[in-house]
Each structure stands twice: as C-alpha cells, then as structure tokens.
C-alpha cells in the first residue's frame, strides 16, 4: 500500500533549522512529484514547497520552467530535495508563523511548480509537528 511518513519535526527557538524527511512506500518515489504542506490550527492547509519526479525535472528544464515550488513565505529560508529514498526540506531561520504540522503528499508526475493545486496530491503522510517558539 502507498505510505508516505515524515520525521524530523520537534520545537526550536526562532532562527533554529529543522529536516524533515519523507520516507514513501508502495510505490516508486522518483515517478513522483511530492509536496510538503503545512496546516496551522484553524487555519487552512498550505503548499510550503513541491519538487517534481525525474521526468517532471526533464520536462520542466527543457520548457524553461522551475522544477520546484517555494511559498513566498519561506523562500531564502527552506530548501527541498530529494534522492531515492526520500523527501527532505531543510528549513533554516524558522520564525513563530512556520508552527505547523507539517506533512508530505505526492503528487502526479507533472504537477504544477508555477502554482500549486492541492487536489492534484492523492496520498498523504500523517504528519510531523513543527513548533518554533522561545
């Protein structure tokens, strides 16, 4: 069965950094676009940053187009990636607003990286908690 788990959350002081990693089951990662979201209480899920599978890479370097996706609000400041294996997002100088559970999706093949849709990511992890405060 497709799994997608997440790791690497816990609480840090403003200006701390976090990993979070994405480890997938039951299905080939790298065919794959994934996405990391976050959703604050009472607030409504947000994209933070998508990366596109191999031949999403491909397709988007050769129209010119990024193969990855930043929310305006932590560009500068997080860092997606991926290998084989795994997802990761590296966020660096964390601020009180990035308090979120955060969890990773994937997304078809060609997801879009310009914007994102939500509703284009069918599996979902369960999440990792992220709390920045001092």
């Known amino acids: 069965q497709v799994q997608l788990v997440e790791s690497g959350g816990g609480l840090v002081q403003p200006g701390g950094s976090l990993r979070l990693s994405c480890a997938a089951s039951?299905?080939?990662?790298?065919?794959?676009?994934i996405g990391w979201f976050r959703q604050a209480p009472g607030k409504e899920r947000e994209a933070v940053s998508c990366?596109?599978?191999?031949?999403?890479?491909?397709?988007?370097?050769?129209?010119?187009?990024?193969s990855t996706y930043y929310a305006e609000s932590v560009k500068g400041r997080f860092t997606i990636s991926r290998d084989k294996a795994r997802v990761y997002l590296q966020m660096n100088n964390l601020k009180p607003e990035d308090t979120a559970v955060y969890y990773c999706?994937?997304?078809?093949?060609?997801?879009?990286?310009?914007?994102?849709?939500?509703?284009?990511?069918?599996?979902w992890g369960q999440g990792t908690q992220v709390t920045v405060s001092s």
């Open positions: 999706a994937r997304g078809p093949w060609l997801a879009g990286m310009d914007s994102v849709r939500i509703d284009e990511y069918d599996a």
């Open positions: 039951g299905f080939t990662l790298d065919y794959y676009s």
């Open positions: 990366i596109s599978s191999s031949e999403g890479r491909r397709y988007y370097l050769e129209h010119g187009k990024n």
